[in-house]
């Protein structure tokens, strides 16, 4: 599916891209207590918009732990024929910070449109996903087809672990209200060239902090130099510690588990790539470094969708600004982040870390663990499952070479959670690219993004059917 400049003008003049917009310009990092005003002014926004569409919708508040920062969520429901089947689609509203802002070439929350892309915070990651979704289903409705029943749920927290629908997926009368046959998320990538994708699968995640503690205070170098611990130092070591030197995790107990994948996945993961050369050049040209990460032995489609990883998110200690401080740190702080895989139980894995931590922190210093994300287990999908047969006939009409698998090494929490709430069969089709740079300065969705994701949305409705 090629865009014509001719095309392009007309999206741009249209009334999905003047919305689009819009809803690009509220500042929603649900993470942050600051911007709960902005959240709950983009959940108002969607849920009048979903109004006038012919949805009924509303904006419901989490209770419990999550009732301090009450990010609102929205549920909508759009009647079909009786009998018809019932398609849960979910999204997120919410983004990551802009930081570090001065990185941007324009203003993060403020769109801009330049050679065929939408550049913003949340221009893709999920603003652009779900609302060029949302405006497929549109296009649908107005067609005057009824054989779906359709529920939309959109967060406002997904970036920073769902809290809030979390709390209300505790509440049996919200669980009800989710009662599926399918489950439809946007928030997923296509191929490298745009070729669909169905996701058959998806890590689960932990992120935490660790903390080493080696002294009272900062120490001058001069003074105690030869005889203090060093936290910096000391963090160093721990790191290290993680990662045996061909790559592999080195924490005792964390890989307990690990289910393999089977031929069949194996084959379907790497049909986007004729040979595994042809994957490192692939991966080398998106990240700008040869993919030396994780068992090196292994292959760039195994490490990628089946293989649980540990990351080292970033590190703080003692005096990182411009000139000199001459201090011996007393404190060490790592941000870690884990990914797992089918077979993997999520509080084993973080116990085992902790363990190895404790076993390995270096002699004198203290060990502890200030926050931690909570936990969320990987999802895989049967190839076999028979909505996924619909998903390929409706994608090959849209590019004729078909769809590829894909195992995919992100996660999104909340998606296993609805899965089994709503016991619905799940379907993960999303339209975006490593030149997004989702989560990153200069995030963008190019309008032949937008459409395609758009043309998924009636394509998908209209095939679902018993």
Avoid at 253 to 282: I, N, Q, Y
Avoid at 375 to 401: G, H, Q, Y
């Amino acid at each position: 599916m090629e865009i014509t400049n001719e095309q392009m003008q007309e999206w741009l003049n249209c009334g999905d891209s003047k919305e689009y917009f819009e809803l690009l310009k509220f500042v929603t990092v649900g993470a942050e207590a600051s911007r709960l005003r902005d959240c709950v002014q983009c959940a108002t926004w969607l849920k009048k918009w979903l109004r006038e569409i012919g949805a009924e919708a509303e904006l419901i508040s989490p209770a419990g732990k999550a009732a301090s920062h009450p990010v609102p969520v929205l549920f909508a429901e759009i009647k079909g024929e009786e009998g018809s089947p019932t398609v849960l689609f979910y999204g997120h509203y919410d983004v990551q910070p802009a930081d570090p802002v001065d990185k941007w070439e324009t203003p993060p929350f403020e769109p801009s449109f330049r050679d065929g892309r939408v550049y913003c915070r949340g221009a893709q990651d999920d603003k652009g996903q779900f609302f060029a979704f949302l405006c497929g289903v549109r296009e649908y409705l107005k067609s005057g087809k009824k054989n779906v029943n359709l529920k939309i749920l959109l967060e406002g927290q997904e970036e920073s672990g769902s809290t809030g629908l979390f709390s209300l997926l505790e509440e049996s009368s919200f669980r009800r209200r989710l009662a599926s046959d399918v489950l439809l998320v946007c928030d997923t990538s296509a191929a490298a060239d745009l070729r669909p994708a169905i996701v058959a699968g998806i890590r689960g995640v932990n992120h935490f902090t660790v903390k080493l503690t080696a002294a009272s205070r900062d120490l001058h170098s001069g003074e105690y130099g030869g005889v203090a611990p060093n936290a910096a130092q000391g963090m160093c070591e721990l790191l290290s510690s993680l990662h045996a030197p061909d790559g592999s995790i080195a924490v005792e107990g964390f890989l307990d588990g690990v289910e393999e994948p089977s031929a069949e996945e194996m084959e379907k993961s790497s049909a986007a790539f004729e040979t595994e050369e042809d994957a490192r050049k692939a991966v080398e040209k998106d990240i700008g470094a040869p993919p030396s990460g994780g068992e090196r032995i292994k292959t760039i489609a195994r490490r990628l969708g089946f293989e649980p990883t540990v990351e080292i998110n970033g590190v703080h200690s003692g005096y990182g600004g411009p000139g000199s401080k001459t201090v011996i740190p007393c404190e060490a702080i790592a941000k870690i982040s884990t990914r797992l895989v089918p077979g993997q139980n999520p509080r084993r894995t973080f116990d085992a870390l902790k363990e190895h931590f404790q076993k390995h922190c270096p002699e004198g210093m203290e060990v502890s663990f200030p926050e931690d994300s909570g936990l969320s287990s990987a999802m895989k999908l049967p190839v076999s499952s028979p909505i996924f047969a619909v998903a390929e006939e409706a994608l090959t009409e849209m590019d004729s070479r078909g769809p590829i698998y894909q195992w995919s090494g992100a996660s999104i929490p909340v998606v296993s959670a609805l899965k089994e709430t709503s016991g619905a069969a799940a379907l993960l089709v999303g339209w975006g690219q490593p030149c997004d740079c989702i989560h990153s300065p200069n995030e963008s969705f190019s309008v032949r993004q937008f459409l395609l994701a758009k043309e998924w949305a009636k394509r998908i409705l209209e095939k679902l059917q018993y």
